[in-house]
């Protein structure tokens, strides 16, 4: 089955600084990678995704690459602000998000003002 | 729109009896997945549904559990006997096969079985 691994599992940054959070997957068959955003005491909410036919997209202060031959993706998070202090997990999928989410193991993310 | 409603929010029972958590997909979605969340094993999917048929129940841990879907708009993960093990957060999502495929989850249900 797939495997997934995410780095770091913490990480602080300044605010307004930039942030860099990377997984692998093991399972060439993979084709959806979203990354989920989790506040406390609430559920996983997707913040951006990507599809293997894509190589990154960008949505405002967000961008996600993703390199299928090294089987590997990233979250970058520019200008960091307080809000963005919780913990980030990337997934993988073999069909889109419509069959199971393979997770990694998530990455607390403390922007320090 | 009200999102994925899972219930109740937090459950306190003692080893040895049946636990029932209860979920609410977003209206139209015809996808319905059961997680786990523990600081051990992080997010572990159990169990998912399509059009109310389970598809993929590896992720179940032993025969203590079940899941079932009776209808597009309810669904309840069951756990009989439950044991101080299974202390988790549960949460279900739901998305749209052949549109947004998007899992959107719900708020979960903090389970602590003494």
């Known amino acids: 089955g797939e495997n997934v691994e995410q780095h770091p599992s913490t990480l602080s940054v300044q605010e307004g600084d930039s942030a860099v959070i990377k997984c692998t997957y093991s399972d060439s068959a993979s084709n959806y990678f979203p990354w989920y955003k989790q506040e406390l005491g609430k559920g996983p909410q997707l913040i951006i995704d990507i599809r293997s036919n894509v190589g990154e997209k960008k949505d405002q202060r967000i961008a996600v690459t993703l390199n299928k031959t090294a089987k590997h993706f990233s979250l970058h998070i520019t200008e960091t602000q307080p809000e963005d202090s919780a913990v980030y997990f990337c997934?993988?999928?073999?069909?889109?998000?419509?069959?199971?989410?393979?997770f990694g193991t998530g990455t607390r993310l403390t922007i320090i003002p | 729109d009200a999102g994925v409603i899972q219930s109740p929010r937090h459950e306190v029972t003692e080893m040895g009896q049946e636990v029932t958590l209860r979920c609410k997909p977003i209206s139209g979605h015809n996808s319905l997945f059961w997680y786990r969340q523990t600081m051990m094993r992080g997010l572990e999917l159990l169990i998912y549904f399509n059009n109310n048929v389970p598809i993929d129940d590896s992720g179940m841990p032993e025969d203590r559990f079940s899941a079932k879907m009776p209808n597009a708009s309810f669904s309840t993960l069951k756990i009989q006997p439950s044991e101080p093990r299974d202390s988790a957060v549960y949460f279900c999502a739901s998305s749209f096969r052949r549109g947004e495929e998007t899992q959107y989850f719900g708020p979960g249900t903090r389970l602590l079985v003494l």
């Open positions: 997934a993988a999928s073999p069909n889109f998000g419509n069959e199971k989410l393979t």
